[in-house]
């Protein structure tokens, strides 16, 4: 009895500390974000009354925003609405920033999901291969790809994909996340396009959605590929020469076994903190492709948002993505302890 | 090696499969248009608070005014629309409008007069952005009972001085013009917001098209309106996707995915005159590109400095380089097409007749600053002016910012040149000789910010009457003689440089007709257009 009371202490202890530590840096997020939205170049007021406004409108708005309150004043304001889960309407737009970044952020979770699939899919089984034959023309391949992943311009990447696969051999479908001819023709449950017309059991809009979303997908998986790829590989070689892997093949076991059931084994633990910095990278939204394919995700919303001065849509998106991160913490840090038996 | 090549063809084969498969590639539907434009500025479809290009354009479509411009001869001015006639008080202060019968909201609800009256008070009262547009004629949220007043089936407005017919008529057909549907906007009101809230993302118009969805900085929904009283539009659905690339307009429509791309580059347009099935189609717009020099500036206030810099900017070459098919060589404030516009553009590029001009104010080896915005055209633009004016000794320091940075320096008075871009906000001459000619108080304390003159410290030297003499003009003719004359003024004395008017370039599919993007007066219409 007492020894479980102890373990439930030890798992309390470790809920609040984990607690205390997501809030501390959500409030450093928020602080260090509401910090910059207030001494950047960009004024939020020209934006809402436009170039030719008298100073008397300027100076009407200013004080509508509450900017001609002091910053900390204006920092608890928001604070507690936040608290209240209220992100505050677009200042430019006057919709609530909640409703934009539920509207905007399933496209880029589909978007990012599909490309971290591709990416650990590929990447992982080529960083062990490469590892495993560390020399070969396997190897030099793999590394030439990672490389390239590595320095090539997405943005140019992104353009020369769309025309050749779309552009001169057809293959896939052009920028935006479905033709004209299917959009709202189903129901929208996740804002997940490909989900959505799972549940509408609709095989055609379906069809059409992954043949807009298979482009941009590849390109995000290939960068994902790329830094998994080499990670990997790093990770393996490390391991394969160690002397436990000696042992095994000492002891005469398979192949495979050495390097599937004891190097990778080994690195999985490492292997899921890239994964998931990749994966947070991805959903934070890659805003050159949501450019090139006009794809309305989270990144161009935020990056719209802070050309234009909407510090409130800026400070949404940026607590989100925050979220973001802190769960695939967390989440890492449970598979940590299915795969590694000393962090239990 | 054979096998490894084997493996690799079936591969591609099989990709090449997997890939055909997943698409299915149409022409977009004959009753639909495609238009993909950058609809990022959008924030409000309300006619009482749009102010900006794509949402004009959806409000062109959406909203039918008192008077408005038809596409297919925008020469002719304002036309009747949701007014039958107008009658004008012998003070010339008064107009009285006869409502058309027989008009009908989208609703299904009639247009009557109670809904002009309703809309044009909203519009003051809601004092939005562009409500000056208005509120310019004396009204204000105070005096609306005695100003904007309906009696049976017309409305009287009434303002404070007597102003020229075609001023007050011109800034009718501004978005803000737009009349709505008084029974479904009050029935969305919410905390007395006259449905500001609403109309933000619905639309309650009588025009040819209503909004169906408007998904910020994603897409414009537009499907034709089954009660519009004229002709029902051949295109039922007009979808208006954002993208921002140039290149994948381009792409989207040398696919045939799209019939319209309204943003592409010089490049992208060179690139699709030669493709097969697309079409290019210009229109002249109202935005100018000019620069101007701080009059507080001891030797930029001499008036041969002014008349010198004139002499310093290569029109030409600028035209015909990086700004090949966008821009038009135009040296008067008013743009083309606007009552009162002239054609004349003396100023070349005149190295000695400028070293004349500075040596005559006994100016040597001066140094100057010059804000620009960061915009790639500008910055070209800069950069030219750069090179040419060292040639006659001026040194141009090119500070690029953002427009906090550049535009607070401008409305504070703060840069010795400013080098940007105006677009009128109503299709009236006032709106430009309003703002580059005009300034009444030159003080610093007057603190006009809304007025270029104040911003570049110029006191008009008489042309600031002039403008207020035009603008009360109730002849048509005899009015644009006297913007005209205002002009030949401003372009020898005024600290202004103008250079350059823009021209919109867009890409057609070869089946759309009768697409017409505005002019330098108005918006896009599509409920013209065929195919």
């Known amino acids: 009895m007492e020894g479980q009371q102890l373990a439930f202490l030890k798992i309390l202890s470790k809920a609040i500390t984990t607690f205390i530590s997501i809030a501390i840096t959500m409030l450093g997020l928020l602080l260090v974000t509401f910090v910059i939205g207030r001494v950047m170049p960009i004024d939020p007021v020209l934006a809402i009354v436009g170039e030719?406004?008298?100073?008397?409108?300027?100076?009407?708005?200013?004080?509508?925003l509450g900017l001609d309150k002091p910053i900390l004043v204006q920092f608890s304001y928001y604070i507690w609405d936040v608290l209240h889960g209220d992100f505050g309407d677009s200042l430019l737009n006057a919709r609530p920033v909640s409703e934009d970044i539920a509207r905007v952020f399933p496209a880029t979770l589909e978007l990012a999901t599909l490309g971290i699939l591709l990416g650990v899919i590929l990447g992982t089984p080529l960083g062990v291969i490469s590892a495993v034959r560390q020399g070969s023309w396997i190897d030099q391949v793999a590394r030439f790809i990672a490389l390239v992943g590595y320095s090539m311009p997405i943005f140019w990447l992104g353009l020369m994909g769309l025309l050749i696969f779309y552009g001169i051999l057809g293959w896939v479908g052009g920028p935006g996340r479905l033709d004209i001819f299917f959009e709202d023709i189903i129901p929208v449950r996740t804002g997940m396009i490909l989900v959505d017309s799972i549940i509408a059991q609709n095989g055609v809009v379906f069809r059409n959605a992954l043949s807009h979303i298979i482009l941009p997908a590849s390109l995000l998986g290939y960068y994902s590929m790329a830094y998994i790829t080499r990670m990997t590989r790093s990770f393996m070689l490390e391991q394969l020469s160690s002397e436990y892997i000696l042992t095994a093949r000492i002891k005469g076991l398979s192949e495979r076994q050495v390097i599937w059931g004891h190097a990778f084994k080994n690195i999985r633990v490492q292997l899921i903190t890239v994964i998931a910095l990749s994966y947070a990278s991805l959903l934070e939204g890659s805003v050159l492709t949501e450019i090139i394919f006009s794809w309305p995700g989270i990144g161009s919303y935020v990056t719209t948002a802070l050309l234009s001065a909407d510090m409130n849509a800026v400070l949404g998106g940026t607590v989100v993505i925050g979220l973001i991160f802190v769960c695939l913490n967390i989440l890492s840090d449970l598979l940590y302890g299915i795969f590694d038996p000393r962090s239990k | 090696m054979i096998n490894l090549y084997r493996v690799f063809y079936r591969c591609l084969l099989a990709a090449s499969l997997a890939f055909a498969s997943l698409t299915s590639f149409a022409d977009t539907p004959d009753d639909t248009l495609v238009v993909a434009l950058r609809i990022d500025d959008i924030t409000t479809i309300d006619p009482a608070e749009s102010f900006e290009f794509a949402g004009s354009d959806v409000s062109r479509n959406v909203y039918q005014k008192l008077v408005n411009f038809d596409p297919f001869d925008l020469d002719a001015g304002y036309q009747p629309e949701i007014a039958e006639s107008w009658s004008v008080s012998a003070d010339g202060r008064s107009i009285t409008f006869t409502i058309r019968d027989g008009l009908v909201f989208s609703s299904g609800n009639p247009v009557t007069a109670e809904d002009v009256e309703f809309s044009l008070r909203r519009a003051v009262a809601l004092e939005k952005t562009p409500s000056f547009i208005l509120t310019q004629f004396g009204f204000s949220a105070e005096n609306l009972d005695e100003t904007i007043m309906q009696s049976e089936n017309t409305v009287t407005i009434t303002t404070d001085k007597r102003y020229a017919t075609s001023f007050v008529l011109n800034c009718l057909t501004a978005t803000i013009g737009g009349i709505v549907d008084k029974k479904t906007v009050m029935a969305n009101e919410v905390n007395g917001d006259m449905g500001n809230a609403w109309l933000k993302t619905n639309s309650a118009g009588s025009g040819p098209y209503m909004l169906s969805s408007w998904k910020p900085n994603e897409s414009v929904a537009l499907t034709a309106n089954p009660n519009f009283s004229g002709q029902i539009p051949a295109m039922s659905r007009v979808i208006i996707r954002h993208v921002q690339e140039s290149a994948s307009q381009r792409l989207l429509m040398e696919r045939g995915d799209i019939d319209v791309a309204r943003n592409l580059n010089s490049d992208d347009i060179k690139g699709l005159r030669d493709a097969d099935g697309v079409r290019i189609i210009d229109e002249l717009r109202g935005r100018l590109m000019y620069f101007a020099l701080n009059q507080k500036h001891p030797e930029l206030s001499k008036l041969k400095v002014r008349q010198a810099v004139k002499y310093l900017v290569d029109y030409k070459a600028m035209e015909s380089s990086f700004l090949d098919g966008q821009y038009v060589i135009q040296q008067n404030f008013l743009p083309r097409t606007f009552l009162g516009a002239v054609d004349e553009n003396p100023f070349t590029l005149d190295i000695e007749k400028a070293k004349g001009l500075l040596a005559e104010a006994n100016v040597d080896q001066?140094?100057?600053?010059?804000?620009?915005r960061e915009a790639q055209e500008r910055i070209e633009i800069a950069q030219s002016l750069q090179n040419t004016f060292a040639q006659a000794g001026i040194t141009l320091n090119i500070t690029v910012g953002t427009g906090k940075q550049i535009l607070g320096r401008y409305r504070s008075r703060d840069l010795d040149v400013y080098l940007g871009a105006w677009g009128p906000d109503y299709p009236d001459p006032h709106t430009n000789a309003g703002t580059f000619a005009y300034n009444p108080e030159n003080s610093d304390a007057a603190n006009a910010t809304g007025l270029l003159a104040w911003r570049n410290s110029w006191d008009t030297g008489g042309l600031?009457?002039?403008?207020?003499?035009?603008?009360?003009?109730?002849?048509?003719?005899?009015?644009?003689?006297?913007?005209?004359?205002?002009?030949?003024?401003?372009?020898?004395?005024?600290?202004f440089t103008i250079m350059f008017q823009r021209i919109e370039q867009a890409a057609v599919q070869d089946n759309v007709d009768n697409l017409f993007l505005g002019g330098a007066t108005t918006a896009a219409t599509y409920w013209t257009v065929t195919k």
């Open chain 2, 366 to 372: 001066l140094e100057i600053e010059v804000g620009v």
């Open chain 1, 52 to 64: 030719r406004a008298s100073q008397a409108t300027y100076d009407a708005v200013y004080n509508e």
């Open chain 2, 464 to 495: 600031t009457e002039k403008t207020a003499a035009a603008v009360e003009e109730s002849d048509r003719d005899k009015r644009a003689e006297m913007y005209a004359e205002i002009q030949a003024n401003f372009r020898e004395t005024s600290p």
